[in-house]
T-cell receptor
Framework: DSGVTQTPKHLITATGQRVTLRCSPRSGDLSVYWYQQSLDQGLQFLIQYYNGEERAKGNILERFSAQQFPDLHSELNLSSLELGDSALYFC????????????FGSGTQLSVL | GESVGLHLPTLSVQEGDNSIINCAYSNSASDYFIWYKQESGKGPQFIIDIRSNMDKRQGQRVTVLLNKTVKHLSLQIAATQPGDSAVYFCAAQSRNSGYALNFGKGTSLLVTP
């Protein structure tokens, strides 16, 4: 168990809908990262937060947004969902320094029908 | 941006043999590298990491080799066991691209009895 908690584990929704994925980092970690994993693209970095502030941005679509709350949990919001958004979404956490390994949660499997 | 890739999408080895999984990266400013293991239905799990001031690092049954000249790293698994069957990812981080880890697409390792 990595100590990173993600909910829900599975999510099935329809095109055009909006969903929220939730992540609780390991105790003591200040930084949260979101990754998208699809079959043909591997693990794609979406966005990173550190102590409530956005720190780094990857290939995140404008339809997607995230935030980190004062209690350090984070939410990833996906809107106007398309079939191609179906993927595994992982949250990871670290203390936020450079050259540190990330601890990953078990992921949320999103299926857009 | 950083491009990280694995040389082979799949690798099949016999139980007891040594496994070598290779990875190439594109950014010469990359200074931190990690190998992760992902089993079916789970999030990536940290195996071993190495900083750019090192050429080799050993863990329990695993060794990571880094060749900065050709921008290549490898993961060696000694006496491969059935429990080693998983997808293996390399990831790289560079100071000039922020704190995010950039992942390759993964090599699926299958250990046969």
């Amino acid at each position: 168990d990595s100590g990173v908690t993600q909910t829900p584990k599975h999510l099935i929704t329809a095109t055009g809908q909006r969903v929220t994925l939730r992540c609780s980092p390991r105790s003591g970690d200040l930084s949260v990262y979101w990754y998208q994993q699809s079959l043909d693209q591997g693990l794609q970095f979406l966005i990173q937060y550190y102590n409530g502030e956005e720190r780094a941005k990857g290939n995140i679509l404008e339809r997607f947004s995230a935030q980190q709350f004062p209690d350090l949990h984070s939410e990833l919001n996906l809107s106007s969902l398309e079939l191609g958004d179906s993927a595994l979404y992982f949250c990871a956490s670290s203390s936020g320094g450079l050259n540190e390994k990330l601890f990953f949660g078990s992921g949320t499997q999103l299926s857009v029908l | 941006g950083e491009s990280v890739g694995l040389h082979l999408p799949t690798l099949s080895v016999q139980e007891g043999d040594n496994s070598i999984i290779n990875c190439a990266y594109s950014n010469s400013a990359s200074d931190y590298f990690i190998w992760y293991k992902q089993e079916s239905g789970k999030g990536p799990q940290f195996i071993i990491d190495i900083r750019s001031n090192m050429d080799k690092r050993q863990g329990q049954r695993v060794t990571v080799l880094l060749n900065k000249t050709v921008k290549h790293l490898s993961l060696q698994i000694a006496a491969t066991q059935p429990g080693d069957s998983a997808v293996y990812f390399c990831a790289a981080q560079s100071r000039n691209s922020g704190y995010a880890l950039n992942f390759g697409k993964g090599t699926s390792l299958l250990v046969t009895p």
